[in-house]
């Protein structure tokens, strides 16, 4: 089954703990993003990528970090979250001129 | 910068139909549009290409202005399935899957 795939679902972690959300997909898709959805702002995306060691900034890309090592997978990487980092977090892939196929998305609590 | 959703909600009888509108202030490349229900990922409805080029769902219509950068989505004899929140996403001329976007229309349908 064609599926973009997201680990953890539910995470609770403390401040300045590092943490890691994987993301994987399986459709060959040269493009990936990552975004964060928070009421009231929809969707804000975080970091995207067009192929492996090709990524970019998206639009609050502050306290975040990716790597695109391999086609398939796009860490998202928290190296000291912070509260204002409580958010669902989704992972997508896509080919240009095509839409995006979304993860199931990680809900993430900082405390 | 992030395109402008309008009606920010619409609430409809079955069979009634509805426009969502998406504006933005630069040259597009795409506009993708997504519907999400609550506690789900976003769903891919259509992409309009710059060009004329569309892809998506059989049941859904949209249209791209590209000299207005506007696109809207054209939802006919709403079904109570049709319900969620309607995203569309803005890609800047030349693509590199920068996707922006808007805050959202909420579209309910009532038997």
């Known amino acids: 089954e064609a599926q973009v795939t997201q680990n953890p679902r539910y995470l609770i972690t403390v401040t300045g703990k590092k943490l890691t959300v994987t993301c994987s997909q399986n459709?060959?898709?040269?493009?990936m993003s990552w975004y964060r959805q928070d009421p009231g702002l929809g969707l804000r995306q975080i970091y995207y990528s067009m192929n492996v060691e090709v990524t970019d900034k998206g639009d609050v890309p502050e306290g975040y970090k990716v790597s695109r090592k391999e086609k398939r997978n796009f860490p998202l990487i928290l190296e000291s979250p912070s509260p204002n980092q409580t958010s669902l977090y989704f992972c997508?892939?896509?080919?240009?001129?095509?839409?995006?196929?979304f993860g199931s998305g990680t809900r993430l609590t900082v405390v | 910068q992030q395109p402008v959703q309008s009606p920010q909600a619409v609430i409809l009888r079955e069979g009634e139909d509805a426009v969502i509108n998406c504006s933005s202030s630069?040259?597009?490349?795409?506009v993708h549009w997504y519907r999400q229900k609550h506690g789900e990922a976003p769903v891919f409805l259509m992409i309009?290409?710059?060009?004329?080029e569309q892809k998506g769902h059989e049941k859904i219509s949209a249209s791209f202005n590209e000299k207005k950068q506007q696109s809207s989505l054209y939802l006919t004899a709403s079904q109570l399935s049709y319900s969620g929140t309607y995203f569309c996403g803005t890609e800047g001329s030349g693509g590199y899957n920068k996707l922006i976007f808007g805050a959202g229309t909420r579209l309910a349908v009532h038997p």
């Open positions: 309009l290409l710059k060009g004329g």
């Open positions: 630069k040259a597009l490349y795409s």
């Open positions: 997508a892939s896509r080919r240009d001129r095509e839409g995006y196929t």
């Open positions: 459709m060959n898709h040269e493009y």
